[in-house]
């Protein structure tokens, strides 16, 4: 089993920046996915991030391209996700998941950390 935990959220105004970590416990794999999702009140979770073991080509939704930027420790087994000019709409509780590739499913999830950002 791999355990997930996140860090990092908060309320922040409008422009400002946050810092979430994501730290995988437990069972590690070779070669795994790594990434962020997040779901607002009333809207269904969204893909935001994501990024494999080797950090080559990561994957951004396209409204938070230029603004956030994911990355990996494989040593500390934590991804990361920097969030810079944030806006009202990126409010929402952002979850860490992974998946074993070339598994399309993600099979492990953390709880989630609430981010708001205030206008």
């Known amino acids: 089993q791999v355990q997930l935990v996140e860090s990092g959220g908060g309320l922040v105004q409008a422009g400002g920046s946050l810092r979430l970590s994501c730290g995988a416990s437990?069972?590690?794999?070779?070669?795994?996915?790594m990434a962020w999702f997040r779901q607002a009140p009333g809207k269904e979770r969204e893909f935001v991030a994501g990024?494999?073991?080797?950090?080559?080509?990561?994957s951004y939704l396209d409204s938070v391209k230029g603004r956030f930027t994911i990355s990996r420790d494989n040593a500390k087994n934590t991804v990361y996700l920097q969030m810079n000019g944030l806006k009202p709409e990126d409010t929402a509780i952002y979850y860490c998941?992974?998946?074993?590739?070339?598994?399309?499913?993600?099979?492990?999830w953390g709880q989630g950390t609430q981010v708001t950002v205030s206008s």
């Open positions: 998941a992974l998946r074993r590739l070339p598994i399309a499913k993600y099979d492990y």
């Open positions: 990024i494999s073991r080797s950090a080559g080509s990561p």
């Open positions: 437990g069972r590690t794999f070779s070669n795994d996915y």
